[in-house]
């Protein structure tokens, strides 16, 4: 038996024929389903029932109009800028199986024709993770500075930010590590790098980017949290973001962390990159 979509129990929600309260519950079971945690799903339906009541609202269209009003509020999209003539750094930040290293790859590809972009392999102890970003360089005629495995990741990050500064500016892209079940560690790390990026980079064009998997729901938001404690984050990528993702965790992360999203990716190739868009989300996310 096929599996029912989230989109598909937020439409049939309204088909059935249940009274107030249990109409709310279930909306707020379909909302966690949807990857917005607990916490947040009650408050979002009782926020809703609270104004459907006031403003006497009953019709299926004008509910969900009303809801996606309140999710606008939770979320919000955010550009990339750098300055063309200046060294600009763009940290690239998540855990290992997020899909960062070619998330990397795509951002460069998207902005290569607007800059001059370095890919900087700063996950220096990750088996693979060099030669993988070299590739991705060699694909896109793009140079990728690298240092000899398990050396120090803020020291590639420098030459390569020496490597635009030589170019009379640019963009510099740095795949970070993700080893996040060595967290300490892990945070010194990025740290370190974050101070070598914001010494590098020309006064306010350092930027620290988020990657996180669209599948993976609460889980994304507790790494949103650990980074951001860490180095603080600018902007998020939602990659792996097809009929598997629900997305709902977006929310949770605008509104918690007040964190706005940047791009969202949607299959494997470089071009499968796009600019976050808040309105079609909520659509999407809503089945609207």
Do not use: W
């Amino acid at each position: 038996m096929a599996k029912i979509s989230f989109s598909e129990k937020f439409k049939n929600l309204f088909s059935s024929k249940k009274n107030n309260e249990e109409f709310f519950e279930e909306l707020t079971d379909i909302l966690v389903e949807g990857d917005i945690g607990a916490k947040m799903a009650f408050e979002l339906t009782e926020e809703l029932e609270s104004l459907c009541k006031a403003k006497k609202i009953f019709e299926e269209e004008q509910i969900k109009k009303e809801l996606a009003n309140i999710l606008r509020n939770c979320v919000e999209s955010t550009d990339l800028k750098f300055e063309n003539n200046k060294t600009n750094i763009f940290m690239i930040l998540g855990v290992n199986g997020v899909g960062k290293t070619t998330t990397a790859a795509k951002l460069a590809n998207f902005f290569n024709s607007d800059t001059n972009v370095v890919l900087a392999a700063a996950d220096t102890f990750r088996a693979a993770a060099e030669e993988q970003l070299e590739m991705h360089g060699k694909n896109l005629a793009i140079r990728v500075i690298t240092h000899q495995h398990g050396s120090d990741p803020a020291a590639v990050v420098f030459d390569a930010a020496e490597a635009i500064k030589a170019k009379a500016g640019g963009l510099v892209i740095a795949d970070t590590a993700g080893r996040l079940h060595n967290k300490e560690n892990l945070v010194r790390e990025l740290q370190k790098i974050n101070r070598i990026a914001t010494e590098k980079a020309d006064e306010g064009c350092c930027l620290k980017i988020l990657v996180i998997d669209g599948t993976t729901g609460q889980n994304a938001v507790r790494q949103a949290e650990v980074f951001n404690e860490a180095v603080g984050i600018d902007a998020i990528v939602i990659t792996k973001y097809d009929s598997t993702a629900k997305g709902g965790m977006v929310f949770t992360i605008g509104k918690e962390l007040k964190i706005p999203i940047a791009f969202v990716c949607t299959g494997e190739k470089y071009q499968d990159i796009m600019k976050f868009d808040k309105e079609s989300y909520i659509k999407e996310f809503l089945g609207l």
